[in-house]
Nanobody, 124 residues
Framework: QVQLVESGGGLVQAGGSLRLSCAASGRTFSSYAMGWFRQAPGKEREFVAAINRSGGSTFYANSVKGRFTISRDNAKNTVYLQMISLKPEDTAVYYC?????????????????WGQGAQVAVAS
């Protein structure tokens, strides 16, 4: 069992930056690939970024590539999402998730554990 708790959301002006953190419980954090997803009102949850167990490989949705950076610190059981050059269309609830058997890391259905979400609002 893994519990995930996101933090760092908030309201920011367009062009601004935020860093989301996701703290995981348990001693097996490094055995999970980690992902960030987001869900805007009235829309389906969508893939944002993912990182493999060691942190050596990262993956991004085209819409955030070059603006968002995912990273992890296995010693701290934490995964991060650094977001710069934020746009109003980035407004959503952001969720981190843990994947025990990563194959298709772009799919939300593959992930085993989810956090409660952190609201990010970008004002124009």
């Amino acid at each position: 069992q893994v519990q995930l708790v996101e933090s760092g959301g908030g309201l920011v002006q367009a062009g601004g930056s935020l860093r989301l953190s996701c703290a995981a419980s348990g001693r097996t954090f490094s055995s999970y690939a980690m992902g960030w997803f987001r869900q805007a009102p009235g829309k389906e949850r969508e893939f944002v970024a993912a990182i493999n167990r060691s942190g050596g490989s990262t993956f991004y949705a085209n819409s955030v590539k070059g603006r968002f950076t995912i990273s992890r610190d296995n010693a701290k059981n934490t995964v991060y999402l650094q977001m710069i050059s934020l746009k109003p269309e980035d407004t959503a609830v952001y969720y981190c998730a843990a994947d025990a058997k990563p194959v298709r890391i772009f799919l939300a259905s593959e992930y085993d554990y989810w956090g409660q979400g952190a609201q990010v609002a970008v004002a124009s």
